[in-house]
């Protein structure tokens, strides 16, 4: 029966050994994957799809409503308390 200090040196051994097997393995995979993409034409951009999409950052409001402190941005539809006011500037934020 081995000993506890021969068991544990083989099992490092056998670590070492699986570490080099899989960086070989590895190897193999990616020059396989390289020959086909190579082959069919294949781009990184093609694997990756399309990048994610950046969110519009939130515009800050530039109209109030002195009567009930709704904001309104400037874009978009306007909201009832303001869309028939021919002088918007009344409603501006910071004038």
């Not at 590895?26 to 999409?53: C, F, N, S």
């Not at 402190?69 to 409603?91: A, L, T, V, Y």
Request: charged share 35%; net charge positive.
């Amino acid at each position: 029966m081995s000993s506890y200090k021969e068991l544990i040196a083989q099992r490092e051994q056998l670590e070492a050994q699986l570490q080099e097997a899989f960086k070989e393995e590895r190897m193999t995979v990616l020059d396989e994957i390289a020959r086909k993409m190579k082959l069919h034409r294949i781009t990184l951009d093609e694997i990756r799809g399309p990048a994610p999409a950046v969110k519009a950052s939130k515009v800050p409001p530039k109209y109030r409503d002195p009567a009930t402190g709704s904001e309104w941005s400037g874009r978009g539809k306007p909201p009832n308390w303001i869309k028939d006011e021919p002088d918007r500037s009344k409603f501006l934020i910071g004038d």
